[in-house]
């Protein structure tokens, strides 16, 4: 098992490891087989360097090896969000703040990792730069998850200890979930986004991937510049719910395995877990019926672009942005009315609990030649990305925060444990999964 970054640290402290030990060691995974596709522009000099200096080791990340979406503005570097039409953009002239923050904290960037073109899918197949793959290696090559998908890889194979990423419908649970690691969406406000490409201003939140819930609370801290209040409360003393309302609909073997196992080792453990309907969820079809706000966020931002270069997209990026050019400004009005009081009417009855818990997908990671690029093939990845994003969507829609663990024994795919609640609760959502993660794991 990979050490996490809590872990490395207090080996550098103890004059087990050092940073430019670390930074190689990262490097030479990056560049193996293992991360092919995972990095659109790699800065190993950089990270090289941000290692060698003498007082790293009195920082939070200690010139360990931190990778970044291609969505953040670092500069001197073109932001192309995945995609080659913005290849030719001028670099960026300052960086945007979570990477400013970072890179304060003792972060050696190693690189700029692939994604889902300008964030819009859960699967993670780019047409542009290859698609990563799974880090859980079997007999075949699987998808990596979206939009956040070499940033999944990056960690989950040891080449990045912190994977920078961005989620509007799941795109840093979804990942995570697929590889076996942790990936925490904080709650939207609490993290600024200037120097970020906007998929949907309403829905984006910047937030990271990691190798622990220990990890995630420390890079949490440093993007939010505030401190989590800790809790040692086992989850014996937490009010739990599971909502059986569509997001335990149609699970996989694999998943409905490790859900109910891992049911079962927290109600042993004295957990206090029941299940509640929430029938609201069902509500968010016709909520979005009109085309949801990704579509009409994006569109805004891309229209000029789709006139001058729309053959360079991908289409089926391209088809779903296109939505947004037949939402009216009523629709759009009414879609954000409607999204409050949905909000409203989903508090009043989750305000009664500390977290819940679901599935983070539906299913484990289909293999990348089921949803490549080509029109024979759409069917499958629209379905596909349905799912994907079919449970952890409902929490963007919330505004709220979640976080996805590992849940499947050794010899299992990976499998996403999600905890979640509303607006503004990630201390307890935070504290609740550091509890589950240790009973897991033990």
């Known amino acids: 098992m990979l050490l996490d970054l809590n872990k490395t640290l207090a080996a550098q ?31 190993f000099d950089e990270a090289r360097a941000v290692a060698a200096q003498l007082n790293i080791q009195n920082t939070p990340l200690g010139g360990l090896a931190v990778s970044i979406k291609d969505l953040f503005d670092v500069a001197g570097q073109t932001t192309s969000a995945g995609s080659i039409v913005l290849c030719n953009a001028a670099p960026a002239t300052q960086d945007g703040p979570v990477v400013c923050r970072l890179r304060r ?23 542009h730069f290859g698609t990563p793959v799974n880090a859980c290696e079997t007999d075949l090559p699987r998808i990596p998850g979206g939009s956040s998908s070499g940033a999944a890889v990056s960690v989950a194979t040891g080449a990045a200890f912190v994977g920078l990423g961005s989620d509007t419908g799941g795109s840093i649970r979804i990942p995570a979930a697929l590889n076996g690691i942790v990936g925490f969406k904080n709650t939207a406000r609490l993290v600024p986004s200037a120097g970020v490409v906007p998929l949907s201003t309403t829905l984006d939140t910047v937030c990271a991937l990691t190798r622990s819930v220990a990890d995630a609370i420390v890079v949490h801290e440093l993007l939010t510049r505030r401190r989590v209040t800790r809790s040692a409360a086992p989850v014996a ?3 739990l719910g599971v909502a059986s309302t569509l997001m335990l609909d149609g699970l ?28 609201e969820i069902n509500e968010l079809q016709e909520i979005q019926r009109s085309g949801g706000f990704s579509a009409a966020q994006s569109y805004t931002w891309h229209r000029h672009l789709l006139q001058d270069y729309g053959k360079s997209y991908d289409p089926r990026v391209a088809a779903r942005i296109q939505r947004g050019a037949t939402m009216s400004a009523g629709d759009y009005i009414d879609l954000h009315n409607a999204r409050c009081k949905w909000i409203n009417r989903m508090e009043t009855v989750i305000q009664n609990f500390d ?28 379905r596909v990305n349905a799912l994907l994003l079919r449970n952890t969507s409902v929490i963007n829609m919330l505004d709220g925060c979640a976080i996805s663990i590992p849940c499947q024994t050794a010899d299992e795919m990976p499998v996403g444990l999600m905890v979640w609640a509303g607006a503004m609760c990630d201390d307890p959502v935070l504290n609740i999964a550091f509890q589950i993660e240790q009973l897991l794991r033990r």
Not at 19 to 29: F, L, T, V
Not at 105 to 127: C, D, H, K, L, W
Request: with cysteine; hydrophobic share 40%; glycine share 6%.
């Open 13 to 43: 402290r103890n004059g087990q490891s050092d940073p430019q030990a670390e930074i190689e060691r990262a490097i030479d995974i990056a560049q193996s087989t293992r991360c092919r596709h995972v990095f659109i522009k790699p800065t």
């Open 105 to 127: 904290a003792g972060a050696a960037f190693i690189g700029r990792t692939n994604m889902s073109e300008f964030a819009f899918s859960g699967v993670g197949v780019n047409p």
């Open 237 to 239: 003393a937490y009010r």
């Open 252 to 279: 996989d073997s694999t998943v409905a395995c490790a859900w109910q196992r891992t049911l079962h080792t927290l109600r042993s453990a004295g957990a206090h877990i029941e299940e509640v309907k929430l029938a």
């Open 355 to 382: 977290a819940f818990l679901s599935p983070t997908v539906p299913i484990v990671a289909p293999s990348i030649a089921e949803v490549a690029p080509g029109a024979e093939r759409d069917e499958a990845f629209y």
